[in-house]
């Protein structure tokens, strides 16, 4: 499916089922720290909440685990941000995300290329938005 379709599928779904996630519900920013390949090294309290899983089970996995979209994705480029993945984030993309129960639900990100103890980490932050039925 190109990313045109899949944009107006996600938007399509929202508007369907409106049902917006109160943001009260989270404590803090939902983040997750990725190395370059996009394999999780952290994430805080308020991603075990919104996803389901203990930061145990996420870390070393894919981020794809938890948004599929991002399978198959290089989300660094020539050591900056996939420009085009920057793009549609800034755009307000929806991406679908998945939580452990298999629900589904849409979330904005947005993506900041850090170094930290010189090694390149990426900070995701997980803006989420509404359920989805499956």
């Known amino acids: 499916m190109s990313l045109v379709n899949k944009v107006k599928t996600a938007i399509s779904d929202v508007v369907v089922n409106k049902n917006v996630l109160p943001s009260a519900e989270l404590q803090e920013p939902v983040t ?4 370059e390949r996009g394999m999780i090294r952290d994430c805080c309290n308020s991603c075990e909440a919104l ?3 203990s930061r145990r089970e996420l870390v070393w996995q894919h981020i794809s ?6 399978s198959g994705i290089k989300l660094v480029k020539d ?3 996939n420009p085009r993945l920057g793009f549609v984030c ?3 993309h929806l991406f679908r995300a998945q939580s452990r129960d298999d629900g589904f639900f849409y979330s904005e990100l947005s993506f ?5 103890a010189g090694m ?6 997980v803006r989420p938005y ?3 039925e499956a």
């Open 32 to 35: 997750l720290t990725l190395d």
């Open 51 to 53: 996803f389901g899983y």
């Open 65 to 70: 685990k938890l948004l599929p979209q991002l």
């Open 79 to 81: 050591g900056q941000i």
């Open 90 to 92: 800034r755009c307000g």
């Open 112 to 116: 900041v290329n850090l170094e930290h």
């Open 120 to 125: 390149r980490i990426l900070r995701v932050f």
């Open 130 to 132: 509404g359920y989805a």
